[in-house]
């Protein structure tokens, strides 16, 4: 045999070895599969993917606008509360007001308009606590239950001065009963004052209370402080040594 001659055992075993060998192409094609999963690998624990991000802001804008209403929810309720304290605080003023006129009240000198009288819509006389700014010392007063057919309420309304036109509301409630209560020295309860002939009585009834009319009790109960003795005039000065 020559220096070329080949074998034949010897070409059969390094056919079936490159036989065995893998391709370039498939070493490529598994060298690129191995680093995008490993690419994925590594997108998927540093962050969120696009649609994810996504989905999260969606779900947190909803949740923003959701705690928003809320918030506004909370916040006219306040408001609401804030208002109806205000106007509870008020009623309570308005009330202390009524209660101090009644309690300043003094007799008055008979026969004369700042003797104190009263039916169950009206009482006048004169006070030394009437609420307002240009009222200093006694002040001739009136005051007498309205009733406001524009809204349905009954009104306690105050006249002061010796012509008593011009008048403020107090106090007022829902419908139109309501009257002034008189109670006498025997503890009764009368409906004017000073109460029927032949009653004997002092000058200022023990107390006066305000009743509504609606079953709830009284709307107001004050007792005058004043003493039942009336204040004294020029010529009762006039008369002293």
Not at 7 to 32: E, F, I, K
Not at 36 to 41: D, F, N, T, Y
Request: glycine residues 10%; aromatic residues 6%.
């Amino acid at each position: 045999m020559g220096p070329y001659a080949i074998n034949s055992r010897t070409c059969s075993q390094a056919l079936n070895s490159w036989l065995q060998q893998p391709s370039r192409d498939v070493l490529m094609s598994h060298s690129l599969g191995g680093a995008c999963g490993r690419a994925q690998a590594r997108a998927s624990v540093l962050g969120f993917t696009l649609l994810e991000t996504l989905v999260t802001l969606v779900l947190v804008s909803i949740v923003a606008a959701l705690m928003s209403q809320g918030l506004f929810q909370v916040a006219r309720i306040e408001v609401l509360l804030q208002g109806q304290q205000l106007v509870g605080q008020m009623e309570t003023l308005r009330r202390i007001w009524v209660q101090q006129c009644l309690e300043g009240l003094m007799p008055g000198l008979q026969e004369t308009p700042d003797r104190f009288r009263g039916d169950q819509r009206q009482l006048s006389g004169i006070s030394s606590l009437v609420p307002l700014a240009d009222s200093v010392g006694p002040t001739r007063l009136r005051m007498f239950i309205h009733f406001n057919d524009q809204n349905g309420r009954s009104e306690v309304r105050l006249a002061v001065g010796a012509d008593g036109v011009e008048s403020v509301v107090l106090i007022d409630w829902a419908g139109q009963r309501g009257a002034w209560r008189y109670m006498d020295a025997a503890g009764e309860w009368q409906p004017q004052w000073p109460p029927a002939m032949g009653v004997q009585t002092q000058a200022l009834p023990r107390l006066i209370a305000l009743d509504p009319g609606a079953g709830g009790g009284w709307l107001v109960v004050a007792r005058p402080s004043a003493s039942a003795q009336p204040l004294g005039g020029r010529i009762d000065l006039e008369k002293l040594p």
